[in-house]
């Protein structure tokens, strides 16, 4: 009788042993890390992160540009500056504190009634991001959406 051995990759076992609950919460310690680091490190000064690819490579903003200048004056409590910096954002982070909390939970066992998304939906959604994307680069909107 032959028996073939597998091998077993070095994080292997220990992801096997850890509770399905871990992932979210490791996620959520690694954005409350970074959202601490640009709260502490303004993005309005030049010199602290690099420019946006896009922005470098294109001179077009592209739909983050200004995420991380947003979240530093959100974490300031500055619901004004960031609005100016990124609307999409500001949209955008309630939206993902709560699809990681729904995640958390399910993690954790609770039971959480989930719909999946219509295709339209994630269309529509795409679709406003391009648009988003577009229109910041208009020079007779830049005073409303471009960082």
């Known amino acids: 009788m032959s028996v073939t051995a597998r091998m077993v990759e070095p994080g292997e076992r220990l992801l096997a042993r850890l509770h399905p609950s871990v992932a979210p919460l490791v996620v959520g310690a690694a954005g409350l890390a970074a959202t601490a680091y640009i709260a502490s490190v303004d993005p309005h000064e030049g010199g602290h992160y690099p420019t946006c690819p896009s922005l470098y490579l294109t001179g077009f903003y592209c739909p983050g540009c200004g995420s991380l200048r947003a979240i530093h004056d959100l974490a300031h409590l500055d619901l004004a500056?960031?609005?100016g910096m990124n609307p999409l954002a500001v949209i955008a982070l309630p939206w993902l504190a709560w699809r990681w909390l729904r995640w958390a939970l399910e993690s954790a066992g609770v039971s959480v009634t989930t719909r999946p998304a219509p295709g339209w939906a994630l269309y529509l959604l795409a679709g406003a991001?391009?648009?988003y994307g577009i229109l910041r680069n208009i020079p007779a909107l830049a005073p409303w959406l471009a960082p």
């Open 129 to 131: 991001v391009i648009l």
């Open 81 to 83: 500056g960031a609005w």
